[in-house]
């Protein structure tokens, strides 16, 4: 768990537009060039310490470029040893797992998401199901036809034996699949009866989480799941905003652009109430 995890963490910082640039463009020009200005104005008779300092924190900026370059290399080949193709899993202990592992899946997704350039020989990221593909008279394109496919892989997750009072594993699930499936393309109105009742599960159990105003300062849920069930209220609330300009009939869809059968009862009015009730005891 720890290696993944911190594989997530390491790609997704690399990948993050302006971290990106920090590491790969801004120490060996701009910041290097700067750290080595200002040791050239050091007085040499009584800032020797103050050189040490600047010289010992360059190296130390070199060292972690290199070693994030390395995992940039090395990142697909690394993950990839955690899947195993039966399971459409990433497994902690691959070889030793019996079903999915949902939370180092979701982990791992997240990873490929943030660094889809990089995973593009490993995963097909084409989340267009066959049809669709055919109905666009574009067939699908796979430069490795070994690949693991990412649209499976969410299905799966989906479809998993996650329970609905795991509000860790609940928001974690929700969030992963309406980042990377933000055009809806396996979340929308193709959704199987099966999988609307998954994310009617997802939802309901999500809303059902929200801070109480009565209990204040002393909520059932610490601030972390708080904060975890926040971020996958809010892609619902930005997919809803975004879906109610778009002059599509809003009686065909639910919160977060869903299908309204995939939505509870209330959903919206829930969704609401939970992000200001979140803002107020944050303050």
């Not at 768990?1 to 640039?21: T, V």
């Not at 329970?163 to 809806?184: A, C, K």
């Not at 159990?205 to 209990?215: F, I, N, S, W």
């Amino acid at each position: 768990m720890k290696i993944l995890s911190h594989l997530a963490g390491a790609i997704a910082y690399l990948q993050m537009g302006s971290g990106f640039h920090l590491i790969s463009h801004s120490i060996p020009s701009s910041r290097s060039s700067n750290i080595a200005h200002q040791m050239n104005r050091l007085d040499d008779n009584n800032d020797f310490n103050t050189r040490s300092r600047f010289a010992t924190n360059f190296d130390k900026i070199k060292s972690l470029e290199h070693r994030m370059s390395k995992i940039e290399r090395t990142a697909p080949d690394i993950l990839m040893g955690f899947y195993e193709p039966h399971l459409l899993s990433f497994s902690v202990r691959p070889g030793h797992a019996k079903r999915l592992s949902v939370t180092s899946t979701c982990f791992a997704l997240q990873t490929i998401s943030a660094s889809s350039a990089c995973f593009s020989s490993k995963i097909n990221l084409d989340l267009q199901s066959v049809s669709a593909n055919t109905k666009r008279n574009q067939p699908l394109q796979m430069s490795n036809k070994s690949a693991a496919s990412l649209r499976s892989i969410l299905e799966a997750v989906l479809a998993a034996e996650w329970r609905d009072d795991d509000l860790y594993q609940v928001p974690l699930i929700l969030s992963t699949l309406l980042n990377i499936d933000s055009e809806l393309e396996i979340l929308g109105e193709e959704l199987s009866e099966v999988m609307s009742i998954k994310v009617r599960r997802l939802l309901t159990a999500l809303l059902a989480a929200r801070p109480m105003r009565r209990l204040n300062d002393s909520q059932v849920l610490s601030d972390y799941i708080i904060y975890l069930c926040v971020q996958a209220m809010s892609k619902l609330h930005k997919g809803t905003a975004h879906e109610s300009s778009t002059g599509t009939s809003k009686g065909d869809i639910g919160i977060g652009g869903l299908p309204k059968e995939a939505t509870p009862p209330g959903a919206a009015l829930d969704l609401v109430v939970g992000l200001a009730r979140s803002a107020e005891i944050s303050l």
